[in-house]
């Protein structure tokens, strides 16, 4: 049965025309709106700064958040270092990856990282991952937003943190379909909403505040459409944003996500708009 055309909302960018066709498959009637995209810190000294410090033997271990921010940190200090100088400093430290995407920016430059937080990849695995691991002195790449949550661990056990911050996340330059998708948002449009990044949701009610419907869409998200995250960093914000989450996969993969939410969505609908 899948979606059983049910309509699917996603603001998946980067696999945007994957994400249309997985909810299709499974019966659904995909609208794709990208919602950010990464742009690179501009007049970055602080990368650098933390790459002469790394060079030096200042840090003991260095957390890498996400695929994207491992290679561009990579490229950003190839421009003023040989090439090839990252890696070899980062294999004098404990690398700490999140999950398989830094693991994979990693296996790129020939190395494999000393530890990998488990599913869902969160903080919370990531302290338990490091506790008792030696680090007092502790670089993290930071993705698109600030993980206070992760630096207060860290602090708490003695650690001195230095958050190196590589890219940010900002509206997509064309916000056309994120426009579209908050007004059909408001007039009822849509059936199941899907989350796959953090910053989606604070993006989505920014562009339906600009347009004038920013209460309609909450509303909408909060009482009417099934809001689906795919794990719990993404589920955190949406708490913050005040919204929910109806339902997350077993395991955080957009492919998982999508065939999960199909297979109770209908149920999850009727849920919703019954209990209302």
């Known amino acids: 049965m899948g979606f059983d055309g049910l309509r699917v909302l996603s603001l998946e960018t980067r696999r945007g025309a994957e994400m249309a066709t997985l909810i299709r498959n499974q019966g659904g009637v995909p609208f794709v709106a990208p919602s950010l995209r990464e742009a690179p810190v501009e007049e970055n000294e602080a990368a650098f700064h933390f790459a002469k410090r790394l060079f030096a033997?200042?840090?003991?271990?260095?957390?890498?958040?996400?695929?994207?921010?491992?290679?561009?940190?990579?490229k950003l200090i190839a421009t003023r270092y040989p090439e090839g100088e990252f890696a070899a400093a980062l294999r004098r430290v404990t690398v700490v990856a999140r999950g398989p995407k830094p693991s994979g920016a990693l296996r790129e430059m020939g190395?494999?990282?000393?530890?990998?937080?488990?599913e869902p990849n969160t903080w919370r695995e990531l302290l338990a991952a490091t506790e008792g691991r030696a680090g007092k002195r502790v670089a993290v790449q930071e993705y698109g937003r600030p993980?206070?949550?992760?630096?207060?661990?860290?602090?708490?056990r003695g650690a001195e943190v230095t958050a190196v911050r590589v890219y940010q996340y900002r509206l997509p330059e064309d916000t056309g379909p994120l426009r579209?998708?908050?007004?059909?948002?408001?007039?009822?449009?849509?059936?199941?909403?899907?989350?796959?990044?953090a910053m989606q949701a604070p993006h989505l009610l920014q562009i339906a505040g600009e347009e004038g419907v920013g209460a309609e869409v909450a509303d909408e998200l909060r009482r009417r459409v099934v809001v689906a995250s795919i794990g719990p960093t993404c589920s955190d914000v949406l708490e913050e944003c005040g919204i929910g989450t109806d339902f997350?996969?077993?395991?955080?993969?957009?492919?998982?996500?999508?065939?999960?939410t199909a297979e109770r969505a209908r149920a999850l609908v009727e849920g919703k708009r019954g209990s209302r």
Not at 111 to 118: F, G, H, K, R, Y
Not at 147 to 156: D, I, K, R, T, Y
Not at 248 to 260: C, D, F, N, Q
């Open 147 to 156: 993980c206070p949550e992760l630096v207060a661990g860290l602090e708490a």
């Open 111 to 118: 190395l494999t990282a000393d530890i990998m937080a488990p």
């Open 57 to 74: 033997g200042e840090f003991d271990m260095v957390v890498l958040l996400t695929g994207v921010g491992t290679r561009a940190l990579a």
């Open 180 to 197: 579209r998708a908050a007004r059909g948002l408001a007039a009822g449009g849509f059936d199941v909403a899907m989350f796959t990044t």
């Open 248 to 260: 997350a996969p077993s395991h955080p993969k957009m492919g998982i996500l999508v065939r999960e």
